[in-house]
């Protein structure tokens, strides 16, 4: 049996921009790219089956019977959509309630090694081995001071 075109055409579209969403710095898109990526995997396990009877035990003919193993899986799937939908429904409320935006901040290691690329150089740690201290960055200071309890600004 060949899937219909159109549930695979629909799989590739949700899966796509769901993962194009999820590869955003604001967590709301991040969720609505979870939730549109879980669709997806459940579509995917839909075609997945074959047409039948329901899977009940003396409604039908064994061999007339679908498959229960995806309406199983699927359900599954819907159980930790909902549960990743809620934690990260929780994770933007509580950013925006903190911050005033629900952005993903870049942290200092990930500045310095974009920092690194962008001049196309390889960090002196992973050249030589040695354990040489950096004059540590603004970011970094203000970092430092936030840990300490002080007030980074």
Excluded: C
Excluded at 123 to 131: A, K, L
């Amino acid at each position: 049996m060949s899937p219909n075109l159109t549930y695979v055409i629909v799989v590739g579209v949700l899966v796509a921009a769901g993962v194009t969403l999820l590869l955003e710095r604001s967590l709301t898109r991040v969720l609505m790219g979870v939730i549109l990526l879980g669709n997806g995997a459940n579509l995917l396990l839909l075609t997945g089956g074959r047409a039948g009877a329901p899977p009940i035990v003396g409604s039908a003919p064994q061999e007339e019977m679908s498959d229960p193993l995806p309406q199983a899986m699927i359900l599954t799937a819907i159980v930790i959509t909902l549960g990743m939908t809620a934690f990260l429904l929780a994770l933007a409320y509580r950013s925006w309630h903190l911050n005033g935006h629900d952005e993903v901040q870049d942290d200092v290691e990930d500045r310095r090694i974009m920092d690194l690329a962008d001049r196309d150089e390889v960090p002196d740690d992973d050249v030589d081995g040695d354990d040489d201290e950096e004059s540590p960055t603004t970011d970094e200071r203000q970092l430092s001071t936030t840990a300490k309890g002080g007030r980074a600004g």
